[in-house]
Structures are given as structure tokens and as C-alpha cells.
């Protein structure tokens, strides 16, 4: 959703200045109030680091961000047509309701007409958005520490069962295995070889991977399943941090990454990644020569395996990992993109007396 909007810099000007200019297309949310606005929103600004975009209302929602009561961008939204606008106001004045296809007859609409109107004006369904805005607040009160009980009566679900099936199907994991857990958070950030995506919660980085990697969406839902968590739009500090130690890297001024890591996998393929850490910056290292260290030269094949399930790109280097001939063999995020790292990281390989000390 991020790489279709404009550069966030000029969304958070546009955002001090209230400009008008991405009304219904670009939308503020504020992680310390769990807000989401306007970009014309009259509210006391934000700081630019706790300020991310999206591009949907729908979004906001289901990361469980709250709509603004200044700017109120779902009236604003819904005001162009009235049958949202007056479903939108039956919705505030039943907020915990479980909605369906047959209140909505029963009050006189046509289900059809009601989806293709809130789709149209607002990027979600009636439905979905009641939905999204109590499974949100189940999420958020759970992440609180709050009990699965006490969530399950404020998203408005009489049954448990009930509950625990909705919230495991927009969240990904079950209420209990939310409860007192933090949300993970994603963000992304411009790299020289485009943008990369960073997954962290409040102490670890769980995923760092290229933006196009063909693989990416299978490894957030898989990473959504194993850690029992959702994914929402945000920062953390080893975000912050990991962001920071790119920008060194990439400027050719530090190969250093102290960023702390939440590894998944296997023990086999957290052996193959501690290894490839061990790679000295500017050097490389066959699939055979890894096999050797971790097992026997016949683990070629599952060191190459090992290599592909890694989801922390550049930190633990995989890249550095060639063919027995010195072939730049596959590569996640492309193979031009592993020579440009190679190439640059030749560069900034350490060279003199003390070389072999600053490894």
C-alpha cells in the first residue's frame, strides 16, 4: 500500500499545511494516540516519527487505528452518499452490534447497493468496516493484557466460538495467543537498491526484506502465523535502529549491525545463518564450504535451503553465499541486486595490518 503514495516527506507537509490536495487517498495515523485523520485535519500536528500513511480508510481500520473526532474522515467519506452517511451514523450509535446482511434489509437497504457504495466511497464494505473497528479494539485490548473474555464481549460476539474464529481470521492467530503480546509493526525505507520492508516488534526485527521480493507475502503471513500476531503499519526502535545501520551501510561508512534479531527456522538453518555472519565483509563463501563447517559436503543442498528461508536480508548476509565455480547463484532479492552488494561491499572491505583485527 506505501509504494503507491507519494513520498511520506511531502504526505507530512502536506499534512502541516492541511492541504486538501490527497483528500480520500491519503490518510495520517498517529501510533502514539492510535488515531488515524485527514491530511487536512485541524488537530494539533504530530511528530514526523510518529506519523505514518496509508492509502485506505480501510487500512486504518484494520490496523486498529481510531477515526479523528475533529476531522471525522469517515462522515467526510461517507457524507457524499447517503446511504453511507446514514449507515455510518447507525454504526456510531451501535458500535459493538455484529452487523449483518439482514439488519440491513430489515432497515429497508439492499445488501448489493450497500457494498458497492461503501467500496466506492470508502474502500471496504459496511460489513467489513464493522468488523475491522471492533476486532480492532479486541486486538489492541488483548495487546493491553486485557482478558480474551473481556474482548470478546467488546467486539459485540455473543459466541466465544464465534469470536475466536473472526479474530483468527482478520488477525491470524487465536484471541488467547494476542493476549499481552505486542502487535508487530511494518514500515519500509528507500534503499539505493529500492525499498526494503522491516517487521519488528518492541525489542526484536523479525523481517527485512526487498520491497518486490516475489516471496515477501508468503513470509508475512507465515511469520503472522509463527509468532501469533498481526502486522501493522508502524515503527519500533529495532525499526528505528535497523533503518539508521542501512543508511551507515549503504553510505559505505560502517558493515556493523547491531540491530537485535528474532530468528525463526530451524536449528540447522540458524546454524547455516550464524555462519554466513561469520563471512568477513568483501569476502564470499560456496554453499560446499558452508556444508563443511555446519555438516558434511553433503549439506549443499540444505545450506541453499537455509539460504532462501532467510527473511533478514544484508544483516544476515546470504548474499555473500556463491556457486562451488564462482557463480552468482540465486538470490531472493535478484541476482543484479547481489552483485551490487558483493561489489559494494568489496569496497568497504577493511584492508592493512589490522584488518584481520576489525573483522
Known amino acids: 500500500?506505501?509504494?503507491?503514495?507519494?513520498?511520506?516527506?511531502?504526505?507530512?507537509?502536506?499534512?502541516?499545511?492541511?492541504?486538501?490536495?490527497?483528500?480520500?487517498?491519503?490518510?495520517?495515523?498517529?501510533?502514539?494516540?492510535?488515531?488515524?485523520?485527514?491530511?487536512?485535519?485541524?488537530?494539533?500536528?504530530?511528530?514526523?516519527?510518529?506519523?505514518?500513511?496509508?492509502?485506505?480508510?480501510?487500512?486504518?481500520?484494520?490496523?486498529?487505528?481510531?477515526?479523528?473526532?475533529?476531522?471525522?474522515?469517515?462522515?467526510?467519506?461517507?457524507?457524499?452518499?447517503?446511504?453511507?452517511?446514514?449507515?455510518?451514523?447507525?454504526?456510531?450509535?451501535e458500535p459493538d452490534r455484529r452487523w449483518t446482511e439482514t439488519d440491513l434489509i430489515r432497515r429497508g437497504y439492499d445488501p448489493s447497493t450497500v457494498r458497492r457504495a461503501f467500496k466506492r466511497h470508502l474502500g471496504i464494505t459496511f460489513l467489513d468496516l464493522a468488523r475491522h473497528r471492533r476486532l480492532g479494539a479486541a486486538a489492541r485490548h488483548l495487546a493491553d493484557g486485557g482478558s480474551v473474555i473481556d474482548a470478546q464481549i467488546e467486539a459485540g460476539y455473543e459466541s466465544p466460538s464465534g469470536f475466536r474464529t473472526?479474530?483468527?481470521?482478520?488477525?491470524?492467530?487465536?484471541?488467547?495467543?494476542?493476549?499481552?503480546?505486542?502487535?508487530?509493526?511494518?514500515?519500509?525505507?528507500?534503499?539505493?537498491?529500492?525499498?526494503?520492508?522491516?517487521?519488528?516488534?518492541?525489542?526484536?526485527?523479525?523481517?527485512?526484506?526487498?520491497?518486490?521480493?516475489?516471496?515477501?507475502?508468503?513470509?508475512l503471513e507465515n511469520l503472522k502465523r509463527r509468532t501469533r500476531s498481526a502486522v501493522a503499519p508502524g515503527r519500533t526502535p529495532p525499526?528505528?535502529?535497523?533503518?539508521a545501520e542501512l543508511a551507515a551501510y549503504f553510505a559505505g561508512e560502517s558493515g556493523a549491525f547491531g540491530t537485535p534479531l528474532a530468528l525463526g527456522g530451524t536449528a540447522f538453518e540458524r546454524q547455516v545463518w550464524a555462519k554466513l555472519q561469520r563471512i568477513p565483509m568483501g569476502e564470499t563463501r560456496s554453499y560446499g564450504d558452508i556444508a563443511c563447517e555446519v555438516d558434511t559436503i553433503k549439506a549443499v543442498r540444505a545450506v541453499a535451503k537455509a539460504n532462501g528461508a532467510n527473511q533478514i536480508s544484508i544483516v544476515i548476509p546470504c548474499h555473500r553465499c556463491i556457486g562451488a565455480d564462482g557463480s552468482l547463484t540465486g538470490y531472493g532479492g535478484g541476482l543484479w541486486r547481489k552483485q551490487w552488494l558483493l561489489r559494494h561491499e568489496g569496497r568497504m572491505r577493511p584492508t592493512g595490518l589490522f584488518s584481520e583485527e576489525r573483522r
Open 239 to 243: 525499526i528505528e535502529q535497523i533503518t
Open 1 to 93: 500500500m506505501l509504494f503507491d503514495l507519494p513520498p511520506e516527506e511531502t504526505l507530512y507537509d502536506a499534512l502541516l499545511s492541511r492541504s486538501t490536495d490527497y483528500e480520500g487517498s491519503a490518510f495520517a495515523c498517529v501510533k502514539t494516540t492510535g488515531i488515524f485523520c485527514r491530511l487536512s485535519c485541524p488537530a494539533r500536528k504530530p511528530k514526523r516519527e510518529n506519523t505514518i500513511f496509508v492509502d485506505s480508510i480501510g487500512t486504518c481500520l484494520e490496523a486498529g487505528f481510531r477515526p479523528c473526532q475533529r476531522c471525522r474522515p469517515l462522515e467526510t467519506a461517507g457524507g457524499k452518499d447517503e446511504i453511507v452517511d446514514q449507515l455510518m451514523k447507525a454504526l456510531d450509535a
Open 166 to 219: 473472526a479474530f483468527a481470521r482478520l488477525i491470524g492467530g487465536a484471541p488467547a495467543m494476542s493476549q499481552g503480546r505486542d502487535l508487530l509493526y511494518a514500515d519500509w525505507m528507500e534503499t539505493p537498491l529500492g525499498p526494503m520492508v522491516a517487521v519488528g516488534d518492541q525489542t526484536h526485527l523479525h523481517l527485512l526484506e526487498f520491497h518486490d521480493r516475489k516471496g515477501l507475502p508468503a513470509e
